[in-house]
């Protein structure tokens, strides 16, 4: 909810005050670089303020900057570049970029492409808190099957595809013109963990891979290889429990002005600059964040005259519809599922009784601008209890929807089950009933107004 | 340095261009000699099949939980016995795309040894139904790299091994949907059956009067009855036919409240119309006309 407010007041903001795109999140964005280093993303940082974001330049020994002030973010986004030092400075500690991810900031981290580079103790551990694994210094990915360039013989700069994803996934990272555009990519690559929280964005080849350039110059051997192919990640993305992204960039020269270029062997640009950009939406919220604009459900018993009403009966037919819609760049818009997922409604008493797919509707109760309505009709189980609704959304890249609404379901009212003489199974008992009652008052009749037919008759002997 | 080429130097200009027309040639990776032999644990090895870069092995191999692998293969770099750098047995779940690798065990000869038990192989392919080996070799140069696939294994896994698997990590996707099985609904029998005791118990109404008239039942007594006492006796008989209309609206409508209501009214109706008939049946038994 908290989520919802504060998005709607953003997007106001962003219609008053900027016709650019905005972060959900916010605007003040952190970058930490030395000054040789910021002229290598000239670009990536340009395109940044081109999008409304506002750029505050630190150091990373730097002793005047805080991340925090009066335990509030001073930051929305933060973007660490590659440096040669171990270690970041004294205000940058693994820990203070945990805290903001937990105040829901967001922090795009670019490791250095070099292998003769450092990555920071900091982030080194950061990355390992949330399950990603870098290999030690010295490590590069090469690609003997698919180098960038065919006479350098070093292997080092790989041409990758464009991120695609399983069909149930949206692809947030290939929104460029050019969807086979080659990536350029220069780095160490890194390993991710089974947490469904971190997801791979963009993975090596699958012949590439990552070897210690110092041990095992002549010959790939077991021990001296990161990881291969598949399993080898480029680019990473983490969205915490509570939505904030931090984004791992393996090789940043990824980002960097000298791969928005062309590449030889294809004669065309580079996606690169083209996926700074998605990459960095995503990152900073401007992409994949959903919102609940409304949900509505009710039943056979009061039909759409009583929405969202407390109480169902079993047995009766119960809609249930969710809006929703999703943010991109500027505005919300209609949120539509990929192809092979689908947005589940759960049922819940203890155990979901019923789980079922929520089908985009044409017709909602109530029609919403700027969101998609999902809605679904199923009959209440033979179980009365306290029931809940529950839509728990959660896919790669999508912000969490987990929106739960409870209801009481009752049993059936005295009035409302079959009569007895609808079940045809009682029909000889209840003659019995009418027989007895016919012939109690007959034999009430007889014996009163019956007359002795003869001297010795009944009469005499009922006495 | 000389400006002017001499014959010497020509010659020498052309050597060099020619060691490096060969080195441009892109000559490429290949591998010669490759067996791949499956063995069990304690038990004889298994068959050496051959393979080439153009002839992959056919035959459907299984490879069980005590089983392991053995790839022997010498590497060249065009007809050089060479080491290449990345000379790596890529491991693919054909259904699920997950791939796992493993590097060979490479000499400077070339000569490369690969022992793969399954245990080495990862749980997530080990319950896939067919598993494709790839032998991947490429180095820096200009030489090409090769990857051909040589074999098609079936893993099987025994009930123990199976029994230990572990569950699959979460994954944010698309559940099961489950449907809520509802109890069965009450059923009656057959209508012919009810039908049929229906008739058997409605039937037992006449048997009855029938009965009753056959012993000589009769009203003959309801005139001097009603004589005797016109009001009590039409009223106490109306009452208890009354009360049988109060539950009879009580099956079909009103509630308890209401039939208790009209129950009360009936009630002193009948006692004291009752009482006043049941004098007159005395009266009649008293004169010995019962």
């Known amino acids: ?463 | 340095m000389k400006l002017l080429p001499s014959p010497s130097n020509l010659l020498a200009a052309g050597l060099l261009f020619g060691q490096l027309i060969s080195a441009v040639t892109p000559s490429s990776w290949t591998f010669t000699d490759a067996t791949l032999q499956i063995s069990q644990k304690g038990a004889e090895a298994g068959a050496k099949q051959r393979f080439t870069t153009t002839s992959p092995i056919s035959d459907a191999l299984t490879l069980k939980t005590t089983d392991s692998l053995k790839i022997l293969l010498t590497t060249k770099e065009g007809d050089v016995a060479k080491r290449p750098h990345q000379l790596f047995l890529f491991v693919k779940d054909t259904s699920s795309e997950l791939e796992s690798f493993f590097a060979f065990d490479v000499k400077e000869s070339g000569k490369a040894r690969l022992d793969l038990a399954q245990k080495d192989i990862p749980i997530a392919l080990l319950t896939s139904p067919s598993l494709s080996l790839t032998v991947a070799l490429g180095s820096f140069g200009q030489s090409s790299p090769l990857s051909i696939e040589i074999a098609k294994v079936t893993p099987v896994l025994d009930a123990a091994a199976k029994k230990a698997l572990p569950s699959p990590p979460l994954k944010y996707q698309k559940l099961d949907e489950i449907h809520h099985i509802f109890r069965a609904e009450p059923r009656s029998p057959p209508k012919i059956i009810s039908l049929v005791f229906l008739a058997a118990v409605a039937g037992c109404l006449p048997v009855l009067f029938g009965a009753w008239f056959a012993l000589s039942a009769n009203v003959s007594h309801l005139p001097k009855s009603l004589a005797a006492s016109p009001i009590a006796h039409p009223l106490f008989f109306g009452s208890l036919l009354a009360f049988e209309g109060v539950f009879l609206a009580y099956y079909l409508k009103i509630n308890i409240f209401q039939t208790l209501g009209a129950v009360a009214v009936l009630m002193p109706v009948a006692a004291i119309s009752g009482s006043r008939a049941l004098r007159e049946v005395r009266a009649r038994r008293l004169n010995g006309e019962r």
């Open chain 1, 1 to 463: 909810m908290g989520l919802t407010l504060r998005s709607v007041l953003t997007a106001l903001v962003s219609l008053v005050s900027l016709s650019q795109g905005i972060s959900l999140t916010g605007p003040r964005t952190l970058l930490v670089l030395e000054d040789d280093v910021k002229a290598q993303f000239q670009t990536l940082i340009s395109d940044l303020e081109a999008r409304g974001f506002t750029t505050t330049t630190h150091t990373p020994k730097s002793t005047t900057l805080t991340l925090f002030q009066h335990e509030e973010r001073v930051y929305d986004n933060i973007i660490i570049f590659p440096t040669k030092l171990k270690g970041l400075g004294p205000n940058l500690p693994s820990s203070s970029f945990l805290k903001h991810a937990t105040a829901g900031g967001n922090i795009l981290i670019l490791l250095p492409s070099s292998q003769d580079d450092n990555v920071p103790t900091a982030i080194a551990e950061l990355a390992t808190q949330v399950d990603i694994y870098l290999p030690p210094k010295g490590f590069a990915v090469v690609n003997h099957f698919d180098p960038a360039d065919a006479i350098e013989p070093e292997h080092n700069t790989l041409l990758v595809d464009l991120p695609s994803f399983p069909s149930d996934t949206k692809n947030y990272f290939n929104t460029g013109e050019d969807k086979d555009a080659k990536l350029l990519y220069r780095g160490a690559g890194f390993a991710v963990g089974s947490s469904p929280l971190v997801q791979p964005i963009l993975k090596a080849p699958r012949f590439a891979y990552s070897y210690d350039t110092k041990e095992a110059s002549s010959f790939a051997d077991d021990e001296n290889v990161f990881s291969a192919g598949k399993q080898l990640a480029l680019v990473a993305g983490v969205q915490t429990r509570n939505n904030a992204r931090i984004t791992f960039v393996a090789g940043g020269d990824l980002l960097a002005d000298k791969s928005f270029t062309k590449v030889a062997k294809t004669n065309k640009m580079s996606g690169n600059r083209a996926f700074a950009k998605d990459v960095t939406a995503w990152t900073f919220k401007e992409t994949g964040v959903l919102r609940v604009d409304g949900i509505e459900h009710w039943g056979e018993e009061f039909g759409k005259e009583v929405v969202n009403g407390d109480v169902y009966r079993i047995k009766h037919n119960v809609t249930f519809s969710i809006a929703l819609s999703e943010y991109s760049y500027d505005h919300f818009k209609p949120f539509v599922a990929p192809a092979d997922d689908a947005v589940q409604l759960e049922f819940i008493m203890l155990d979901p009784y019923y789980r079922i797919p929520l089908p985009a509707s044409s017709s909602p109760l109530t029609q919403h601008k700027n969101s998609t309505t999902y809605s679904a009709t199923f009959k209440t189980p033979d179980q009365h209890g306290v029931f809940t609704f529950a839509v728990n959304y959660k896919r790669p890249f999508l912000s969490n929807i987990h929106e739960k609404r409870a209801v009481t379901v009752r049993h059936f009212a005295h009035n409302e089950w079959t009569r007895s003489w609808g079940i045809s199974g009682s029909w000889p008992w209840i003659a019995g009933i009418w027989v007895v009652v016919v012939g109690w008052i007959g034999f009430v009749g007889l014996w009163l107004w019956s007359k002795p037919v003869v001297a010795e008759g009944k009469g005499k002997k009922k006495q």
